[in-house]
């Protein structure tokens, strides 16, 4: 039982840090009728955030943390459920040149720039 009561209290103090989280980050007046609200880019060693409706009273919350290029993705359901759905790592991701483009890809504007 004693396991449980501290795994009940780590989740309820890891729900107060989410809140605590998009109370700061996200606009008060922001609407959520189905569309993205971006809270504003935030200054260095600081949380980004996005709420999204995902409707029956559901919402999906991204949080970005731009210092260490890690962002994790949470849904939460009308019961304030939080549920961990998935967290990258995207630094490796932004050192790509192209992924799944379409023509023309960067290195062929390069090589038609470079021609002239």
């Known amino acids: 039982m004693t396991h449980m009561r501290i795994a009940a209290a780590g989740v309820l103090v890891f729900a107060g840090l989410i809140v605590a989280v998009l109370s700061v980050t996200v ?41 260490l290029h890690v962002m994790a993705v949470y849904h939460i359901d009308a ?14 991701d932004l050192q790509m040149e192209q992924f799944n483009g379409t023509s023309p890809l960067p290195r062929e504007i390069r090589s038609q720039i470079d021609q002239h």
Not at 37 to 60: C, E, K, W, Y
Request: proline fraction near 5%.
């Open 27 to 67: 606009q008060p007046d922001a609407v959520f009728a189905g569309r993205m609200a971006a809270s504003p880019v935030s200054s260095s060693g600081q949380l980004v955030t996005q709420v999204t409706s995902l409707g029956d009273n559901r919402q999906q919350t991204v949080v970005i943390d731009p210092e």
């Open 79 to 92: 019961a304030g459920e939080i549920v961990l759905k998935s967290v990258r790592n995207f630094h490796w």
